[in-house]
């Protein structure tokens, strides 16, 4: 089932970020539990976490609802 939810305008993704989020990958994976957390530590959106996530070609691994 796809959802039919709007996709995330195009942003900016800001440098602070996109590395700290790069850090945080192992193998161009990061766990959804650590960007849950990435999130609320930097007062950002999950959504926005995720956007960015895809936009840098980084995966979530280990889902809290088995989808990823």
Known sequence: ???N????PPTEIPSSVADALGALAVDGCIS????????????LEL??????L???GLR?????LGCF
């Open 1 to 3: 089932m796809t959802a």
């Open 5 to 8: 939810k709007p996709p995330y």
């Open 32 to 43: 959804c539990e650590r960007a849950r957390a990435f999130a609320a530590e930097q007062g």
């Open 47 to 52: 959504r926005f976490v995720g956007y960015a």
């Open 54 to 56: 895809d936009e840098l």
């Open 60 to 64: 979530i691994t280990d889902c809290g």
